[in-house]
């Protein structure tokens, strides 16, 4: 067996890990008795928390003040080591703010493996909602990617306890467990789009989502290339036309045990590496960052992973369109047309405006399956970056209820998005001499390129209810952030497992006269 081939199957092994690997919770209402170090959250302002055993003049004296993100380890005599993490203004306590003190937390207790955090002043918040912040701060906080030899800088988390004077038992680990199966949709996600492009191919993605739908309880179903040439699938076929790598479309299906409440249909930008095609781009440190220019399609494989887990009542189907971008003698060159599923024709103006074609044939195909709404995510264009930055992904939709419940998804899991105009005064610039239409308007720093390619994605989607998440900017972390670290960040996983948990179908739109 060849090194790549080795490294390739260790990697599925850590893409699906076992469950007897997973985090242990438990809840107490009084010690925590197996835990090594505890986390209590300090306040800003008002009383210090007994337990600490300071007063608020000597943590000051310290360095430590309660602000947001900040943690303190306190000397002990016996039990846990103590470790204040800042909450900032008690008037400000948002499930955010617990996530980002517990990832603070993990991050200062990074030698203990056994874990406890208080949820005493915390009591504005909903107990669950609390504890599965706290779990997701921890676990998302202490992540890291060792895939490929680099030494790890802490030890894994193997407990976590919830503790609480007055908590109520039940409702905290109801919390704390959610937030273990939401944290590694994340991780996954994580792992996915960090995984080096010449061990994750479009193929071996594919292995990916079959071990992990025999484990998890959906369906899965491979397109090769010629499936897709049957299917007419032009726009993924014509990316993929300088690589070497076949193309495939991974298609799943989770299913609820009982009647469905609803259909939705998640579509993913699976561009295993892209280097621009022939419009190749710049020679920059942009290139070695394109391995993640899948997090669309990891996104939503993480996503369909714990529906089984969670009791989930929509049955939700996921298209991943995958292929890498290249350039070569028998690439997709700009002024070729290509006829996308479903039987429209595209002006390529473009090659590195691959996102949208590889997307489109899946639009189409969701469209003809009678979803009640349809969700896309890519990383798809610079302007939305420049836009909205590292932490903010553009939101775009056709229907306002769906666009609702995308906000308030985002809202819940702390992965915000800000909705755009879907403005169809600029669609005239796909406008083409020679096909249905082109896949790019004028280029250029002023063109708003991120409208343009939405309006671009709703030409396939007519009047279904219809959202286009672009997570050009929040699909990388340039540096270490609470919960956020470096590197791929799995943006997205945790907002689509809470739409499908409680996504409602939205009124059909009136077809456009």
Known sequence: ??????????????????????????????????????????????????????????????????APGKALAVASVAGPIVIATGMGSPDDLTADRIRDAAAAFARAASSHSRLAFSLDGLEHLRTDIAAQAVVEGILLGRYEFTGFGRAPTSVPVEEICVVGSSIDESEARTGAERGVVYSEATILARNLANSPHNYLTATQLGRVATDLAEQKGFEVQIFDKEALQRLQCGGLLGVNAGSVEPPCMIKLVYKPAERPSGTLALVGKGVMYDSGGISLKPNDNVHARMKNDMSGAAAVLAALAPLRELGCKTTVTGFLMCTDNMPSGTAQALGDVITTHGGRTVEVTNTDAEGRLVMCDALAMAVEEGHDAIIDIATLTGSVMRALGPDIAGLFGNHPKLVEQVKHAAEITGEPVWQLPLHEAY?????SDVASMKNTGPTGGSQPDGIVAALYLAEFVGSVPWAHVDICGTAWHEKDELWRRAGCSGFGARLLVELAMHFEAPAPRSAKH
């Open 1 to 66: 067996m060849s090194t790549t081939t080795e490294n390739t199957q260790r990697l599925l092994q850590s893409f699906v890990p076992a469950s007897s690997s997973r985090a242990q919770v438990s809840v107490s209402t009084g010690a925590a008795p197996n835990a090594s170090a505890l986390g209590i959250a300090t306040y800003s302002s008002g009383d210090v928390p007994a337990s600490l055993g300071m007063n608020r003049e000597r943590l000051v004296s310290a360095g430590f003040t309660g």
């Open 427 to 431: 669609r005239k610039v796909l406008d």
